[in-house]
């Protein structure tokens, strides 16, 4: 009897702060704001969208599903209340789309005061560009995404502070960072363990970039000092989408997968609670890596400044921006 009272109660811990966990609770309304929400279709980036037009902000979720997002936006309306919403064709896989994307944006929107960098993809397939997928989505994607919309980041900063927001996991902290080949060939044989080492390697990217773009923003124009970005781990998120371009070999590797994510992951709801912390929350650190709505101390191989400059300079070469 006592063990079976101390697993239920161990059960209740687990289910309160692992498989549910805190919410995000403000009175903060974003009357006026604008949002930009990549992969805002689905999953953590759906529950992320709903939330902010709860809050009275235009949102615009961009992803590269047409069908899919206008079936997402017409959700996202009826859940929130809030008629402001809109879809953008945008495949981060193909960086002449986000070329494309930018340049309707820029025609189409007066202001962006949130720009929230959340898809991404566990994949062992290859982009249209020669790159793997998931480099190109997780990371040279965003990467480019960001650096072009700057403008009007800035333009929006002049009038009050704007965010950007990169949706980074732990899984860097099992991850290591070969600058000399940051675009690993997988293939469709490649292990889990492969794939899910180059997943981490694009997470770390991800904290990477956000730091560097912190420290580049303020010593390379003044101007910039209304910009902040944040890095955060969103937990694991109980999606069906994350690792859609991996198809697993072995029916062990698929059980095993399965049982991770039950016993490991949350709903998307939950998982948007540190997204939409970092969106909303004054006092932030730029440039910071949050976790769990905390501010997380980075491990010393995600906080090396000189490998931060040469990644920063060698996604600039992949993306063609230099």
Request: net charge positive; hydrophobic share 40%.
């Amino acid at each position: 009897m006592l063990w079976t009272i101390l697993l239920v109660l161990l059960l209740l811990i687990w289910i309160r702060y692992k498989r549910f966990g805190s919410v995000y609770k403000t009175d903060i309304q974003l009357n006026g704001k604008t949002f930009l929400i990549t992969g805002g279709s689905s999953g953590l980036g759906k529950a992320t969208a709903i939330e902010i037009a709860k809050r009275g902000a235009r949102v615009i979720i961009a992803s590269r599903g047409e069908e899919k997002g206008q079936k997402s936006v017409g959700e996202i309306k009826l859940k929130s209340g809030n008629s402001h919403v809109y879809y953008m064709k945008l495949d981060l896989s193909d960086l002449d789309d986000v070329r494309r994307f930018v340049q309707e944006f820029i025609e189409k929107e007066e202001r962006l005061d949130c720009l929230v960098n959340n898809a991404g993809v566990i994949s062992s397939m290859m982009s249209q560009n020669g790159h793997g997928e998931m480099l190109s989505i997780n990371v040279l994607g965003p990467f480019l995404l960001t650096n072009l919309l700057l403008p009007v980041l800035k333009e929006t900063s002049f009038q009050n502070p704007v965010r950007i927001v990169n949706v980074a996991s732990d899984v860097y902290l099992m991850a290591e960072l070969d600058l000399s080949n940051l675009d690993v060939t997988l293939g469709e044989n490649a292990t889990m363990r492969n794939v899910l080492a180059q997943y981490g390697a694009t997470k770390l990217m991800v904290i990477y970039i956000t730091t560097e773009l912190n420290k580049r923003l303020r010593a390379n124009d003044p101007q910039c000092n209304g910009i902040t970005a944040y890095a955060l781990h969103p937990g694991t998120v109980g999606s069906t989408t994350l690792g859609a371009g991996y198809s697993h070999k072995s029916k062990f590797h698929t059980f095993m997968r399965f049982l991770t994510f039950a016993l490991t992951s949350r709903p998307p709801f939950y998982c948007c609670q540190t997204v939409l912390y970092c969106c909303m929350e004054d006092g932030l650190q730029s440039g910071g890596y949050y976790a769990d709505m905390k501010l997380n101390d980075l491990w010393p191989h995600a906080k090396d400044p000189t490998v931060a400059r040469k990644l920063w300079d060698r996604l600039e070469h992949m993306t063609g921006l230099y």
